[in-house]
């Protein structure tokens, strides 16, 4: 398998009246054609800058970006325009994200016609949008109907018929299940896994919901206040997590067995400002397992199993 998508030590900072905000600090990921990376953390981690970013919808603040090995980086902006019908993004708010005074061909047509495809060809273009709609499950009845007359999950089909419209090899999926009933959570995940399945997606998929990415990824990527914690393929994160946050978001996971239940596990302390922060753990004033080095140093990611890293200097000897 090839790899399609690579960063290098991509960062994102926002300046504010106090200083750097480090939204995205130092990450390092590698997608394959065809793979899903799962992306979790809490709220305000950096998951979705991290999205953004890597299809510089927001330009990085250092650090490089791979497609196929070109360097996006290097490009101008007329360039990455260009790079916009191989990358795209379904984002997190269905309805948001949907220009409400366009109805549902309008929206779907749009993308196309910005990138100059079926210019001159209105045959050509329905026919393109009533397969897209088909495809996503949307009834051709609601050609002309607008967003706010859709429910949460026909709008996020409008959003997926979008992204697919100019035929892209890679999507970032900002938490496109998170706004949704849980019912139509199950039909749009399936929808994505159809999708990739038939056409060869590859997906970045942010979420804070683990039992969402467990079902979708190949591999997952834990991140906390912009750094990346943890790193492994599924079903070794989920039987062997060795960060002590991964470990306390796991123990969170609802249990409808008793029996199988675990100790909940309550992470106490603050969390620290992400603006100008200081060297060492950003973990550390809330790990049950701190130490005074951790404080001190700069903590790197290391490989504890093969394709599984951990940002803990400490983790074997805390698993045992």
Same mark, same amino acid.
């Given at each position: 398998?090839?790899?399609?998508?690579?960063?290098?030590?991509?960062?994102?900072?926002?300046?504010?009246?106090?200083?750097?905000?480090?939204?995205?600090?130092?990450?390092?990921?590698?997608?394959?054609?065809?793979?899903?990376?799962?992306?979790?953390?809490?709220?305000?981690?950096?998951?979705?800058?991290?999205?953004?970013?890597?299809?510089?919808?927001?330009?990085?603040?250092?650090?490089?970006?791979?497609?196929?090995?070109?360097?996006?980086?290097?490009?101008?902006?007329?360039?990455?325009?260009?790079?916009?019908?191989?990358?795209?993004?379904?984002?997190?708010?269905?309805?948001?994200?949907?220009?409400?005074?366009?109805?549902?061909?309008?929206?779907?047509?749009?993308?196309?016609?910005?990138?100059?495809?079926?210019?001159?060809?209105?045959?050509?273009?329905?026919? #393109?949008?009533? *397969?897209?709609?088909?495809?996503?499950? @949307?009834?051709?009845?609601?050609? $002309?109907? &607008?967003?706010?007359? /859709?429910?949460?999950?026909?709008?996020?089909?409008?959003?997926?018929?979008?992204?697919?419209?100019?035929?892209?090899?890679?999507?970032?999926?900002?938490?496109?299940?998170?706004?949704?009933?849980?019912?139509?959570?199950?039909?749009?995940?399936?929808?994505?896994?159809?999708?990739?399945?038939?056409?060869?997606?590859?997906?970045?998929?942010?979420?804070?919901?683990?039992?969402?990415?467990?079902?979708?990824?190949?591999?997952?990527?834990?991140?906390?206040?912009? #750094?990346?914690? *943890?790193?492994?393929?599924?079903?070794? @994160?989920?039987?062997?997590?060795? $960060?002590? &946050?991964?470990?306390? /978001?796991?123990?969170?996971?609802?249990?409808?067995?008793?029996?199988?239940?675990?100790?909940?596990?309550?992470?106490?302390?603050?969390?620290?400002?992400?603006?100008?922060?200081?060297?060492?753990?950003?973990?550390?004033?809330?790990?049950?397992?701190?130490?005074?080095?951790?404080?001190?140093?700069?903590?790197?990611?290391?490989?504890?199993?093969?394709?599984?890293?951990?940002?803990?200097?400490?983790?074997?000897?805390?698993?045992?």
């Amino acid at each position: 398998m090839s790899v399609l998508i690579e960063t290098q030590d991509l960062q994102k900072y926002f300046k504010t009246p106090r200083g750097w905000l480090h939204a995205v600090d130092g990450i390092n990921l590698k997608i394959d054609e065809g793979q899903t990376l799962g992306v979790v953390g809490e709220s305000g981690c950096g998951k979705s800058t991290l999205g953004r970013a890597v299809l510089r919808l927001q330009d990085p603040t250092g650090g490089k970006i791979f497609y196929e090995g070109q360097d996006l980086m290097a490009m101008n902006k007329k360039e990455v325009r260009s790079m916009c019908t191989k990358m795209q993004m379904i984002f997190q708010d269905p309805y948001s994200s949907l220009n409400p005074r366009m109805s549902i061909w309008q929206l779907i047509a749009e993308p196309m016609l910005i990138n100059h495809m079926y210019k001159g060809d209105k045959e050509g273009l329905n026919k #393109k949008i009533e *397969e897209l709609m088909d495809t996503v499950g @949307l009834a051709k009845r609601l050609t $002309h109907a &607008y967003p706010h007359e /859709l429910d949460g999950g026909r709008r996020q089909r409008i959003g997926v018929a979008r992204a697919l419209s100019v035929d892209p090899k890679f999507i970032v999926c900002d938490e496109p299940v998170s706004a949704l009933d849980v019912s139509i959570q199950a039909q749009i995940l399936n929808l994505l896994m159809d999708l990739q399945r038939d056409r060869g997606l590859t997906y970045m998929f942010i979420t804070h919901d683990l039992s969402v990415v467990k079902h979708i990824s190949n591999e997952i990527m834990v991140m906390y206040m912009g #750094k990346c914690v *943890e790193r492994a393929p599924k079903r070794e @994160l989920f039987s062997n997590p060795s $960060h002590p &946050y991964t470990q306390a /978001l796991l123990r969170a996971i609802p249990e409808p067995n008793i029996d199988k239940r675990g100790e909940l596990q309550v992470l106490k302390g603050e969390v620290t400002s992400p603006i100008n922060p200081k060297p060492g753990c950003r973990f550390a004033h809330r790990c049950p397992y701190v130490r005074e080095s951790c404080l001190a140093d700069g903590v790197e990611l290391q490989e504890i199993a093969p394709s599984h890293f951990v940002a803990c200097p400490y983790s074997s000897e805390i698993n045992g």
